[in-house]
Each structure stands twice: as structure tokens, then as C-alpha cells.
T-cell receptor
Framework: GQQVMQIPQYQHVQEGEDFTTYCNSS?????IQWYKQRPGGHPVFLIQ?????EVKKQKRLTFQFGEAKKNSSLHITATQTTDVGTYFC????????????FGKGITLSVRP | DVKVTQSSRYLVKRTGEKVFLECVQD?????MFWYRQDPGLGLRLIYF???????EKGDIPEGYSVSREKKERFSLILESASTNQTSMYLC???????????????FGPGTRLTVL
């Protein structure tokens, strides 16, 4: 079936290292969103990408939407312990007018 | 400040009990959602509603029902709770439909349900 995929599910980095994760869809997306869930918390919206090839930055976080609008990336420069959490991507799959399909998320841990 | 609230943070019920989880949003959003979150499985959509008294099945509706009598309130009902429904339940709302811009979802704090 139609899916939004995030692999791997866990990644561990040393504080100060860069981190990149990817999100892939089985179909073309009209937009893609990223959420962050801190340990013990709930998902919080980070950003939405709409245009093909779009790049948006939030401080040390850089988000990109692929040219074919089927994949996206999140890059964190010089990770900090505050970046710890699970990052989800989500997109509306074909025919899904009111709902998002979430990837399984990637849980990032940062060694101080 | 936008807000989605859920009736309980923690809930313990017995197998076979009827369970009600309540969610209220104060943003006048059209769309509301119920997800469950389990380790390694991410967020899975149970049901959603795009208008009062309207509901649509999500990916895992079996064993659940919902009610939306008022725009701000969306209830999840477990008709006869079972141990495999032990999970974290998250409610969310959004202003517009998923394919549009500015359709971010706002999540509640979650209810951790344990069924014994």
C-alpha cells in the first residue's frame, strides 16, 4: 500500500556532529510536514514544504523537499542535546484529503 | 495559545470495560484525529472527523468508535477494552485538509491507557 518511510528508526550521534535523515514516499506528495516529539512529550509541528526542491531553514535545522516531491530530508548542523527526540515526516497520500500519513519516525540520541 | 486537551494523562481499565477518551480543541478547527502510538510502529490513525457528526475510518479502526457531537470535541470509544489496546492515544486537530497549505496538526498531550 501507499507509505511514508523513514529508515533507520534510531540514530546515535556525538554532540557537535551533523545529522541527516530522510523520508521517502511511495507516491508524489502535495506537501510534506516534519514533526518533533521530545521524550515524554507529544509531536510538535516543525515545518511544511510545498514546492518541488524547496529548502527551508530553522536555525541549525535544514529541510528539503525533493524535486519529484517524493522524498524529503532533515539536516541538523552541530547537534546539541536539545535535539534529542523522535522526528516524524508526514504527507497526504493520494486520495487522502483530510488525513496525513506519518512515517514511523527516527529517534535521535545525542551523546554529550 | 492554541490548545488541544485530553481528559486523562493516564488511565487503567480492565478487559471488557467500555472506555471513553475525550479530546477538546479551542481553535475552531474543522478536522480532528485520533492516533495510537506504539514503540516501533509510529503514529497510526484510528479515526478522523472533518466536520461535526462526520467520521472516517483511519488505518486501524477495528475495536474503536468515535463521536463528534460538537465541533470542539472528539471522543474515542473502546466498546470492550482488550489488552492489545494498551497504548498511548493522541488526539490532534487541524484547520484545513491535509493536501492544502497551513494544515499543520496540533496534538494533545496524550493518554496512556493500560488495559489489564
Amino acid at each position: 500500500g501507499q507509505q511514508v518511510m523513514q529508515i533507520p528508526q534510531y540514530q546515535h550521534v556525538q554532540e557537535g556532529e551533523d545529522f541527516t535523515t530522510y523520508c521517502n514516499s511511495s507516491t508524489t506528495l502535495s506537501n510534506i510536514q516534519w514533526y518533533k516529539q521530545r521524550p515524554g512529550g507529544h509531536p510538535v509541528f516543525l515545518i511544511q514544504l510545498v514546492k518541488s526542491g524547496e529548502v527551508k531553514k530553522q536555525k541549525r535545522l535544514t529541510f528539503q523537499f525533493g524535486e519529484a516531491k517524493k522524498n524529503s530530508s532533515l539536516h541538523i548542523t552541530a547537534t546539541q542535546t536539545t535535539d534529542v527526540g523522535t522526528y516524524f515526516c508526514a504527507g497526504p497520500l493520494t486520495g487522502a484529503n483530510s488525513k496525513l500519513t506519518f512515517g514511523k519516525g527516527i529517534t535521535l540520541s545525542v551523546r554529550p | 495559545d492554541v490548545k488541544v486537551t485530553q481528559s486523562s494523562r493516564y488511565l487503567v481499565k480492565r478487559t471488557g470495560e467500555k472506555v471513553f477518551l475525550e479530546c477538546v480543541q479551542d481553535m475552531d478547527h474543522e478536522n480532528m484525529f485520533w492516533y495510537r502510538q506504539d514503540p516501533g510502529l509510529g503514529l497510526r490513525l484510528i479515526y478522523f472527523s472533518y466536520d461535526v457528526k462526520m467520521k472516517e475510518k483511519g488505518d486501524i479502526p477495528e475495536g474503536y468508535s468515535v463521536s463528534r457531537e460538537k465541533k470542539e470535541r472528539f471522543s474515542l470509544i473502546l466498546e470492550s477494552a482488550s489488552t492489545n489496546q494498551t497504548s498511548m492515544y493522541l488526539c490532534a486537530s487541524s484547520f484545513s485538509y491535509a493536501a492544502s497549505e497551513n494544515n499543520e496538526q496540533f496534538f494533545g498531550p496524550g493518554t496512556r491507557l493500560t488495559v489489564l
